[in-house]
């Protein structure tokens, strides 16, 4: 069941070979569904959900960030032909919104520590750029302030990309607080696979009615992420209910009372979707405190047991006040020639920016081009065990340390 990333080995940054698809791994992206189920198992108590984004005001679901971002944009009055400043260290699933709306993408420059580049923005902005993307990337906060004091100057929306950052503080304020909207993607922090929302502690967020799930449908998400939950060893008390649902839902499908909601939230149609009742019910069951509080003490857990290993650099070493993180940031120099290694091991992990925007100019961004080939995440959820992270850290430092002993070549399989 392994899904194989693929690399495209060329100078420059990594595009996606023309007309090859891009699996997305369900390992790093779902690394364990556990303890926070989405019936409440685990939770505190229906108004626990009430923090980190949702703490500013009453959500707008959407079926994924992407088709938040673009609520986003078109909450902000964007319209095609509207140039937008996004980040060149980006996924592609950030610059899909702006091919929907037909809005145009002016990339900007980062700092090593993935900080803005404020002058390269200034230089970057003109008449027709509407709304400034800002990313939080890994759950470490942007300079906030000095973003918001630059698009008041400037006559910008300010967007805040929250994907990373669903939970978190900024000088002193909540995660999005600063921007004109903030966006959240919740399988990030959730035992989920889809779900975004729009929030904004300064503008209404809109109030379109989209389409549902239907009971059905909600009952087919049910079982996938109960079937992600047993294939991670998670809830293995519900797998005989799991499998009686899962006939269920199957059969009321065959008989067309009901559609395949993974369906639902793909490309531009998700754009009139919402996210099912799985996805809202495990917000509000939810233990913000307690998710905060294990993604901190397994992100410092694993950067004390990465310190010191040769070929890794942790980006990211300390853990600022109010961070909650998403994933552990690392950089690997040696990424190209171990990577299907660390996949053939099932090493959860991630490769954010392995793929750029086609549009993105070489060169522009030396950092972004440096780790789309060479960046790399190990995940830090809330549901993973002490044994598991030991495992996930042995395996890439014993892959590490034997590409550094043996230059050119792959390490040895166990």
Same mark, same amino acid.
């Given at each position: 069941?392994?899904? +194989? ?28 569904? %556990? ?13 626990? %959900? ?14 994924? %960030? +992407?088709?938040? !971002? ?17 980040? #060149? ?19 900007? +420059? ?7 580049? !404020? ?9 027709? @750029? ?138 531009? #149609? ?5 996210? %099912? ?17 294990? +993604? ?62 086609? #549009?993105?100019?070489?060169?522009? @961004? ?49």
């Amino acid at each position: 069941m392994q899904t +194989r990333s693929i690399t495209v080995e060329r100078e420059g940054p990594n595009r996606p070979a023309e007309g090859r698809l891009i699996p997305w791994p369900e390992v790093p992206a779902y690394p364990v569904l %556990g303890d926070l189920g989405p019936m409440g198992i685990g939770g505190s108590g229906a108004g626990s %959900g009430a923090a980190g984004l949702l703490a500013l005001g009453a959500p707008f679901f959407t079926t994924a %960030g +992407r088709t938040a !971002l673009a609520w986003a944009f078109k909450a902000a009055g964007l319209v095609p032909g509207d140039r937008v400043l996004l980040p #060149a260290y980006h996924c592609l699933a950030m610059v899909e919104p702006l091919e929907w709306l037909g809005l145009e993408a002016v990339y900007y +420059r980062l700092h090593d520590d993935l900080s803005i580049d !404020l002058e390269d923005l200034e230089a970057g902005s003109d008449p027709a @750029c509407k709304a400034l993307v800002a990313v939080h990337y890994f759950g470490f906060p942007q300079d906030a302030v000095r973003l918001r004091a630059f698009c008041d100057s400037a006559g910008l929306a300010l967007i805040e990309d929250c994907a990373h950052s669903f939970y978190g503080s900024c000088a002193g304020a909540p995660m999005g607080s600063f921007g004109d909207y903030a966006i959240g993607s919740l399988p990030k922090f959730f035992p989920l696979r889809g779900g975004g929302c729009l929030v904004s502690s300064r503008h209404e967020v809109p109030r379109q009615v989209l389409a549902g799930h239907g009971p059905v449908g909600n009952l087919q998400a049910l079982v996938r992420e109960l079937q992600m939950a047993h294939y991670y060893g998670r809830l293995r008390a519900l797998r005989p209910a799991t499998f009686g649902a899962a006939a269920a839902a199957k059969l009321l499908a065959l008989a067309g009372l009901g559609g395949d909601p993974a369906r639902l939230g793909c490309g531009a #149609a998700g754009l009139e979707t919402a996210a %099912g009742w799985v996805a809202r019910r495990s917000l509000a069951t939810s233990a913000p405190e307690e998710i905060a509080d294990r +993604r901190r003490r397994h992100y410092a857990t694993i950067c004390r047991l990465l310190s010191g290993v040769p070929g890794i650099t942790l980006l990211k070493p300390r853990l600022e006040t109010g961070v909650v993180p998403y994933m552990v940031p690392l950089r690997i120099p040696a990424l190209g020639r171990i990577f299907a290694t660390l996949e053939d091991r099932a090493v959860p992990m991630q490769r954010f920016g392995q793929f750029l925007a086609p #549009a993105l100019a070489p060169g522009l @961004c030396p950092v972004s081009d440096d780790l789309s080939h060479h960046g790399l995440q190990l995940p830090c959820h809330q549901s993973l065990w002490d044994d598991e992270i030991e495992w996930m850290v042995t395996q890439l430092a014993d892959v590490c340390t034997k590409a550094g002993k043996q230059p050119g070549r792959m390490p040895a399989e166990h």
